[in-house]
């Protein structure tokens, strides 16, 4: 089985082979670091393994690894930069997560305010699940 370095039809290939311009806050032989051009608020960044991998499930340890300490970096730079108040680190794992383009990406999305128009809503169900048979399923 070939090993897939680059897909013809990825935009986020595209950006980590030069082949169309980004605005680059980071690089290295491994990832990169650009600003997303959504800018869900000021300073929204994905960070890319260069090597096309599907989702999070599939990267290698030493590249996740090498990712989150840039993610870790690049968070810094903008923190200092841009005066924010906090981030939320995300990753989105298929369609059903809202993954919209096909190559592992972990977005850093600067946070100013609570009313950033940005929003991840948790839900208490502990009333309604069996937390028992959740972890037995798990660990089974």
Do not use: W
Request: hydrophobic share 35%; glycine share 4%.
């Amino acid at each position: 089985e070939m090993e897939v370095m680059i897909m013809d039809n990825c935009i986020f290939c595209k950006i980590a082979s030069h082949q169309i311009p980004g605005k680059i806050l980071y690089e290295d032989d491994v990832c990169m670091a650009f600003l997303d051009l959504s800018q869900t608020t000021n300073g929204h960044t994905l960070v890319i393994p260069k090597k096309h991998y599907q989702h999070v499930l599939d990267v290698d340890q030493e590249t996740l690894g090498h990712m989150m300490s840039v993610v870790q970096r690049v968070a810094c730079q903008i923190e200092e930069k841009m005066n924010t108040k906090g981030f939320n680190i995300v990753s989105n794992m298929n369609e059903v997560a809202g993954q919209s383009v096909h190559h592992f990406h972990i977005h850093i999305i600067p946070r100013y305010q609570t009313d950033d128009p940005f929003h991840i809503q948790y839900t208490d169900r502990s009333g309604d699940v069996d937390l028992e048979t959740i972890y037995q399923q798990i660990i089974d």
